[in-house]
């Protein structure tokens, strides 16, 4: 059963923007907002090189790997066409203005 | 000998053609006077709907600007309306009192929009669709506005509907026909039109009359009301429900008139010493007014000013290539068919393509095409060598090419057209002329052509066709205009180009706003094209628009650039790459205090701490400010450094002060934002030690003052900068290069370089822009100094609290 943790607010993030969350045990996790107030969690790490994604461009539901501009689905964690490969995504919500992760 | 007077009434496109024509026959035979009611030179009216609908500026449809006038020393009189001819004494006068006398009188008086005698047509937002002033309102009136109704669905009304919707408005057009362009199409074709349009988001009602427009609170127009009482709400009216020739000033000076001025076949009046061309001239009973007629006419009226007199006029056969909002159709002859005439169709409606050919008597008189028009040209080349086609007639409708083997991939219509086909129907040119054109003078643009040759300059319709011409002439040293007009990305079909052009003419100020006005397809854009919509609103409107965090680069929004690693490079400025103790005392610090694992001389004459945390940026830039040192912007499509030798500061070569002109370029353009990336470099003299040659800005010292060069580039494929002019003091250096940037922030395409843009638009272009037009270059470096006079080091603005929480990372407890 998910726990949920409450991390920062809403507003915390900016629209079409992302903080890092840092786990004591490691492996950041990127949060995403996008226009729409929409949150998503997904692994901070590329699948293809590693780069941080947490820094990309967020547009729609997806962002563009800084690096090497791979584009993945948000909500599913998986790179899109052409490239293959998936990052591992965390469920996040939001109620009233908090953003709450399941650890 | 004694000048004979000329007078031209109308400073339009028949009359203007006409004055061209004549001065190639007889430049020396007139004065010439010109009276045009707008106020400025001759434009080409036909264009007024790209301008509308934001695809070319208006700049760019200037015909014949003032020099031109000046040039052929005739006195052009603009912003004045004749509004008396007295006869007896040949002399004119208009609305202000200006006069003058003639020899002869040339009416080209135009024709203008009928507006229906209903309740309400004066309101104001009501407008005909003629002028610049009309494009105008309707510009003005889009910004303001939301509900559109056009009156008319003919061409000039499905044009003006079409501009409006891509300027944002919601547009219903209203039309009393059939079906849309009765005149030109039959049923079946307009109604593929309709569909398409439709699926563009237009609306239509058609078979309907309108009865009324009823004002609403201010007093504009509000709502337009239709039989059967139906209102519909529309706070600007386009009425195009056809024109009139206009003949005010004819009849009043009791010339012949007669649904326009009557004309022989010498274009002359009544009056012997009166000419007319153009739409207000009634020829034989007709009124034409399409363009190609009038510059037929204008050929002979020129042929007998020029007192030749050996041509005339007996009418024009026409046929019509349109191009409605991107779809492209063909009419020509008796298109409707009726009685004894024979058709042969061909109809893929979802294929968007349609094809229907008259036959009467074994000959071809008439044809509609709607899609693939190529062989438009040489079914109306049948139609009017009135040719027998019976041993054609099975392969008629699949064109030229058919009946020859299958076609080599490239090849396409223009290699099989003959050479005395026409090509541009506007200006009467064939494809042999082209053809003989681009081998002779060796063109290689359409733009080349149509300068050369006229064909394509009026209504464009034939531009595809010639551009298959140049390919088949020309082979592989072609490249196709389209390329250089490929959308900016996936999220629409618009160009950069035609992005920048909306942002300007609409004052766009907010990314949203662009995607509203050009319908994006995507909520918010994306990687490609966000970034290049926030350069051009800040470069376009540098302290207006917001500069969008998330529409940047990580590498922007960070102030450093991301390595491999996901930590970041911070390079603190060093103006013209001098540093003192002070400044290398705290990069050493900074270096030790933040356990920096690399510390590298890079090309640009600086320092660059290598492996740094995100969360520790804002207090490595906190340290290096309190040195006095700022950000390097070593990460950005911005000015990067000015690389400089030492100079005659100290080199016993040295001709010019390298290190100080270097710095007071690189103080400059601090914090300037470009479409790339911008390097320059100063060198005290020729053996060019800060290798000038291949930065975007290269300056060279010589004894007498300094050489510029622009464009190179040292990257993946390296450019040698080309010499752009010589100047002789520093003060000159700052401008000169000021203004080129300025023009390269203004026209460049984001992420395109300086060789790239200085490639695409050509070095004359700049040195005409730059050296020979001091007023203009002044305007440049003016505007480049307005923007930049605000410029603000990114690390101590991003150490504010706000936009540092993003360097901040949350902390998950266990």
New interface residues.
């Given amino acids: 059963m998910h726990h949920w943790?409450p991390?920062?607010l809403l507003e915390?993030i900016?629209?079409?923007?992302s903080?890092?969350?840092?786990?004591?045990s490691g492996g950041?996790?990127a949060?995403f907002r996008?226009?729409?107030d929409e949150v998503f969690a997904l692994h901070d790490q590329c699948a293809h090189?590693?780069?941080?994604l947490s820094?990309?461009?967020?547009?729609?539901r997806?962002v563009?790997c800084?690096?090497h501009?791979w584009?993945f689905n948000l909500e599913t964690g998986q790179a899109l066409a052409p490239d293959v490969g998936s990052c591992a995504t965390f469920a996040i919500k939001v109620e009233h203005g908090q953003v709450l992760?399941a650890? | 000998m004694k000048k004979q007077k000329l007078v031209l009434v109308g400073n339009g496109m028949a009359g203007v053609r006409t004055l061209e024509e004549l001065l190639k026959l007889a430049p020396d035979l007139y004065d010439i006077t010109v009276f045009g009611a707008e106020p400025y030179g001759n434009y080409n009216r036909i264009l007024l709907s790209p301008v509308l609908a934001g695809e070319i500026a208006l700049s760019e449809i200037i015909l014949n600007d003032r020099d031109w006038y000046e040039k052929h020393g005739i006195t052009l009189h603009t912003g004045k309306t004749v509004t008396q001819i007295d006869r007896a004494n040949r002399r004119v006068v208009a609305d202000d009192g200006t006069g003058a006398d003639y020899d002869y009188l040339l009416l080209a008086t135009g024709s203008t929009p009928f507006i229906l005698p209903i309740p309400g047509s004066h309101l104001p937002g009501i407008l005909g669709y003629r002028d610049i002033a009309d494009t105008q309102a309707m510009l003005a009136a889009a910004q303001q506005y939301q509900h559109a109704v056009v009156i008319g669905g003919g061409l000039l009304g499905l044009e003006a509907a079409n501009g409006l919707k891509l300027r944002g408005m919601d547009v219903t057009v209203v039309h009393l026909g059939p079906w849309l362009l009765e005149r030109q199409l039959d049923a079946a074709a307009g109604q593929m039109l309709q569909t398409s349009l439709e699926s563009k988001g237009l609306k239509f009602l058609l078979q309907t009359q309108t009865e009324a427009l009823i004002a609403g609170k201010s007093g504009r127009v509000a709502a337009v009301q239709l039989q059967g009482g139906l209102q519909i709400p529309a706070e600007l009216v386009v009425m195009a429900t056809g024109i009139r020739p206009e003949t005010t000033l004819a009849q009043a000076a009791g010339l012949h008139c007669q649904r326009g001025v009557v004309v022989n076949d010498a274009m002359q009046t009544d009056d012997p010493h009166i000419y007319a061309v153009g739409e207000c001239v009634n020829h034989r009973g007709i009124a034409y007014g399409l363009v190609a007629p009038l510059f037929e006419q204008a050929k002979v009226a020129a042929n007998h000013l020029a007192g030749q007199r050996t041509s005339s006029y007996t009418g024009s056969v026409t046929s019509t290539k349109l191009k409605v909002t991107g779809i492209d159709l063909f009419s020509a002859g008796q298109f409707m068919g009726g009685e004894g005439t024979e058709e042969i169709v061909l109809n893929d409606p979802h294929g968007g393509r349609y094809k229907k050919l008259v036959l009467q008597e074994g000959r071809l008189v008439g044809s509609v095409l709607y899609g693939d028009v190529g062989d438009g040209p040489w079914y109306f080349q049948l139609l009017k060598e009135e040719r027998n086609i019976q041993e054609l007639r099975d392969r008629l409708i699949w064109g030229p090419s058919s009946g020859a083997q299958a076609q080599q991939p490239g090849q396409n219509s223009a290699a099989t057209l003959a050479d005395s086909a026409e090509v541009c129907g506007c200006n009467g040119v064939c494809k042999g002329t082209i053809v003989q054109a681009i081998q002779e003078q060796g063109l290689a643009s359409l733009d080349e052509v149509k300068k050369h040759t006229k064909a394509a300059s009026s209504c464009g319709s034939c531009s595809g066709l010639v551009e298959q011409i140049l390919a088949a002439t020309l082979g592989d040293n072609y490249t196709p205009t389209a390329q250089r007009h490929k959308p900016l990305c996936a999220c629409t079909e618009h160009s950069h180009q035609s992005v920048r052009q909306a942002i300007l003419a609409h004052h766009l100020t907010r990314k949203e706003a662009v995607f509203d006005a050009l319908s994006w397809k995507?909520?918010?854009?994306?990687?490609k094209c966000?970034?290049a919509i926030n350069y051009y609103l800040l470069s376009s409107f540098p302290h207006e628009a917001q500069d969008d965090?998330?529409?940047r680069?990580?590498?922007e929004?960070?102030h450093a650039n991301?390595q491999?690693?996901?930590t970041y490079s911070v390079v603190p400025r060093m103006w013209g790459g001098l540093t003192n103790p002070a400044e290398l005392r705290a990069i050493a610090d900074a270096a030790e205090k933040y356990r920096v694992p690399t510390v590298k001389v890079t090309g640009g004459q600086r320092i660059d701490l290598l492996g740094i945390r995100?969360e520790d940026l804002p207090a490595i830039w906190a340290d290096l400010n309190a040195a006095g040192m700022v950000s390097g912007h070593a990460y950005g499509k911005s000015i990067r450094t000015v690389k400089t030798c030492v100079g005659a500061e100290h080199c016993r070569f040295g001709t010019q002060l390298a290190m100080d002109m270097g710095i007071q370029l690189e103080k400059m353009l601090f914090d300037m934002y470009a479409p790339h990336k911008v390097k320059l470099a100063v060198s005290g003299c020729p053996r060019n030690c800060a290798e000038a040659g291949i930065k975007d800005v290269g300056v060279i010292g010589v004894d007498s003052g300094y050489e510029l060069y622009i464009g190179g580039n040292g990257g993946i494929k390296t450019e040698v900068a080309q010499f752009l002019c010589k100047v002789r003091s520093d003060q000159e250096v700052m401008e000169y290069s000021g203004a080129f940037l300025q023009l390269y922030r203004e026209e460049g395409w984001y992420l395109e370089r300086t060789c790239h843009y200085l490639e695409r638009v050509g070095m004359p272009y700049i040195q005409n822009k730059i050296v020979q037009d001091p007023e203009g270059r002044r305007a440049y470096y003016a505007r480049l100094r307005d923007a930049l006079k605000n410029a603000q080091d990114p690390w101590e603005s991003s150490r504010a609290p706000r936009p540092i929480?993003?360097f901040i990372?949350?902390?998950?407890?266990?």
Avoid at chain 1, 49 to 52: E, F, Q, V
């Fill in positions: 943790k991390i920062c915390d900016p629209p079409l923007g903080r890092i969350v840092q786990r004591p950041d996790i949060i996008n226009a729409e090189k590693n780069g941080p820094q990309g461009i967020v547009h729609g997806k563009t800084p690096l501009g584009h992760l650890v | 995507t909520p918010n854009g994306c990687d966000r970034p965090p998330q529409s680069f990580i590498n929004r960070a991301i491999k690693d996901g995100k929480q993003q990372p949350i902390q998950l407890q266990a």
